[in-house]
Structures are given as C-alpha cells and as structure tokens.
Nanobody
Framework: QVQLVESGGGLVQAGGSLRLSCAAS????????TGWFRQAPGKEREFVAA????????YYTDSVKGRFTISRDNAKNTVYLQMNSLKPEDTAVYYC???????????????????WGQGTQVTVSS
C-alpha cells in the first residue's frame, strides 16, 4: 500500500503561484509514477500532470503547459506541483495519485492509478 497526503492548497489571486506537495508513505515510493489530477465542482476529475519514478519523464495537459511544473524528491518521498500564473479556471480540488508504471498510452487515465490522496483545495480569485 501507498498512502498519499496532499498539502499546499489555498486561496490565491489570479497571476499568483502555489506549490502543492504530495507526501508518500508505505511501499518504496521511488518505484511509483505519480500524477496530479483536479476536479472542479460539477465536473469530472481531469488529468493535470504526471512524472515517472525517476523524474526524467513528465507529461502535462495542454492548459497548464508552461505554467505548471511537476517534480519529485525521492529522498523525501514527495512529489511537487509548482503552479505559476494561476487562473480562475484552475480552481479545483487537486489530487495526487500513484501507480507502478507510467505509459504514454495511459498516463492521463485516472482509472489506471492505484493510490489516491484526499485532495487539497486550490481557489484562484479573479
């Protein structure tokens, strides 16, 4: 089992920045790929970014490219999502998720992730 705990959410004005953290415990986290997803009220949970076990490979949804950066520190069992130039449409609950293998065909498929955190709220005011 892998336990995931997100933190770092909050209220920020448009154009501002936040850094989310996903702290893991349990099995060797460095063996797992990690993704960030978000869910706005009344909408489905959507993919935001993903990173493989080593941090070499990353993926982003188009709407956050150039603004968000995913990274990881395996020594700290933590994955980060640096969010810059935030927009009101980024408002959502952000979740981190983990799975063993990150594949090009399924990195954005939430159904392929095995472990989930409880989420952290991000609110961007205009």
């Amino acid at each position: 089992q892998v336990q995931l705990v997100e933190s770092g959410g909050g209220l920020v004005q448009a154009g501002g920045s936040l850094r989310l953290s996903c702290a893991a415990s349990g099995r060797t986290f460095s063996n797992y790929a990690t993704g960030w997803f978000r869910q706005a009220p009344g909408k489905e949970r959507e993919f935001v970014a993903a990173i493989n076990w080593s941090g070499v490979t990353t993926y982003y949804t188009d709407s956050v490219k150039g603004r968000f950066t995913i990274s990881r520190d395996n020594a700290k069992n933590t994955v980060y999502l640096q969010m810059n130039s935030l927009k009101p449409e980024d408002t959502a609950v952000y979740y981190c998720a983990a799975k063993r293998f990150l594949r090009p065909s399924s990195y954005d498929d939430r159904n392929t992730y095995d472990y989930w955190g409880q989420g952290t709220q991000v609110t961007v005011s205009s």
